[in-house]
T-cell receptor
Framework: AQTVTQSQPEMSVQEAETVTLSCTYDTSESDYYLFWYKQPPSRQMILVIRQEAYKQQNATENRFSVNFQKAAKSFSLKISDSQLGDAAMYFCAYQSGGGADGLTFGKGTHLIIQP | GAGVSQSPRYKVAKRGQDVALRCDPISGHVSLFWYQQALGQGPEFLTYFQNEAQLDKSGLPSDRFFAERPEGSVSTLKIQRTQQEDSAVYLC????????????????FGDGTRLSIL
């Protein structure tokens, strides 16, 4: 079974600064997908960024980018120019390569943005 | 609608009662997933449908949990004889399924139903 570990229960960053959230995972599969989801107090899970394991290039979406280290099974999220609206719970998630499997989530990191 | 819709948003029930939670996925989405999110935790997979077929129910915690999607669109998660440990947020997600071919499509989540068992 796959596992996802987020070792930072809470992180704090000053507005406009950069913050990195950590995620490691364990799997014996070679084909899989990794995701970062944001969950504000409204509870809706919002997809932030995703990475296909077969792609060596790190995914980027505007201020959000990942550092994907396949050999180390590490998938960190970097948020640049942090904004107040970035405050939320962030979950790292894993999905097997079939594409129609349930996601395996980490326990989440609570991100606080200080004005 | 444009997104995944779940109802009710909040549900309070007494221990031992049966509850039913509804999920209306994005139109045209073939795959539908249910997750359970305990307080302070990440969501945990419960079950997966492709159209009306329940292809994976390995995450259902007990036989008190039952899910259906009879016409391949709206899904209902039913919990019988509720217990306090069933208190959680229940999230539904849907995705386009290209039959396992081509690129994976991400799951789109609803706002969830917060279930409280007294």
């Amino acid at each position: 079974a796959q596992t996802v570990t987020q070792s930072q229960p809470e992180m704090s960053v000053q507005e406009a600064e950069t913050v990195t959230l950590s995620c490691t995972y364990d799997t014996s599969e070679s084909d899989y997908y990794l995701f970062w989801y944001k969950q504000p107090p409204s509870r809706q899970m919002i997809l932030v960024i995703r990475q296909e394991a077969y792609k060596q290039q790190n995914a980027t979406e505007n201020r959000f980018s990942v550092n994907f280290q396949k050999a180390a099974k590490s998938f960190s999220l970097k948020i640049s120019d942090s904004q107040l609206g970035d405050a939320a719970m962030y979950f790292c998630a894993y999905q097997s390569g079939g594409g129609a499997d349930g996601l395996t989530f980490g326990k989440g990191t609570h991100l606080i943005i200080q004005p | 609608g444009a997104g995944v819709s779940q109802s009710p948003r909040y549900k309070v029930a007494k221990r031992g009662q049966d509850v039913a939670l509804r999920c209306d996925p994005i139109s045209g989405h073939v795959s539908l997933f249910w997750y359970q999110q305990a307080l302070g935790q990440g969501p945990e997979f419960l079950t997966y449908f492709q159209n009306e077929a329940q292809l994976d129910k390995s995450g259902l915690p007990s036989d008190r949990f039952f899910a259906e999607r009879p016409e391949g669109s709206v899904s209902t998660l039913k919990i019988q004889r509720t217990q306090q440990e069933d208190s959680a947020v229940y999230l539904c997600a849907s995705s386009v399924d290209r039959g396992g071919v081509l690129m994976n499509q991400p799951q789109h989540f609803g706002d969830g139903t917060r279930l409280s068992i007294l």
